[in-house]
């Protein structure tokens, strides 16, 4: 079935530790999206890749990076966490046509302490 | 930069009420996308408007378009338990921007 995934679900880890947030998506869509929502608040986009060896900033500044090797995966890293990251981290992924908006996975929610 | 104001951030309202939320923007959208979120989880899209006054129904759910592409509103008739959650909008302005949020609460 067609889907997008993140692992992990939730993670707990140290300052200072390095992490990367896993993202993967079947349906083949070109356009992959990080975003960072604090509980119940809005959603801020922090990086987008409009396929394979392409990856921007967004407009929320942030202390991760991205890669995007294959048009399914796009791991997001944070190379040293800080308690000012915890956060809950969507990934999304939308076809050329936006026709069917973005697919995101459930989501990573990552507490640094 | 470009930006999405959606209003009201928070809605209580009683079930079989009705609820609307708003969105504005200060420059012309391509398109603007729906999407509802329940608590916990994550955001889940509803429908995508993209012609000037276009209106578009599911169900018990009405989505609208204004004339100038600058705004958009979602309605809800006679609002259930199911409801609850948080939507959004998103704006196209070459990327999707998304709005605030709104929360609504329906207590039964």
């Known amino acids: 079935e067609a889907d997008i995934y993140q692992t992990p679900r939730y993670l707990v880890i140290g300052t200072g530790k390095k992490i990367t947030l896993e993202c993967s998506q079947t349906?083949?869509?070109?356009?992959m999206y990080w975003y960072q929502q604090d509980p119940g608040m809005e959603l801020h986009l922090i990086h987008y890749?409009?396929?394979?060896?392409?990856?921007e900033k967004g407009d929320l500044s942030s202390e991760s990076t991205v890669s995007r090797i294959r048009t399914e995966h796009f791991p997001l890293t944070l190379e040293s966490a800080r308690p000012s990251h915890t956060s809950q981290y969507l990934c999304?992924?939308?076809?050329?046509?936006?026709?069917?908006?973005?697919?995101f996975g459930s989501g990573t929610r990552l507490t640094v302490v | 930069g470009q930006q999405v104001m959606q209003i009201p951030q928070y809605q209580h309202v009683q079930e079989g009420e009705d609820f609307t939320t708003y969105c504005n923007s200060s420059?012309?959208?391509?398109?603007i996308q729906w999407y509802k979120q329940r608590p916990g989880g994550h955001p889940v899209f509803l429908i995508q408007?993209?012609?000037?006054?276009e209106v578009k129904k599911q169900k018990r759910l009405t989505f609208q378009f204004g004339e100038a592409k600058k705004n958009s509103s979602l309605h809800i008739t006679a609002t259930q338990t199911t409801d609850v959650g948080t939507y959004f909008c998103?704006?196209?302005?070459?990327?999707?921007?998304f709005g605030s949020g709104t929360k609504l609460n329906v207590k039964p």
């Open positions: 998103a704006g196209n302005f070459n990327k999707f921007y």
């Open positions: 408007l993209v012609k000037s006054g």
């Open positions: 420059t012309t959208l391509s398109n």
């Open positions: 349906m083949g869509h070109d356009k």
């Open positions: 999304a992924s939308s076809s050329q046509g936006l026709r069917n908006g973005y697919t």
């Open positions: 890749s409009y396929g394979v060896n392409s990856t």
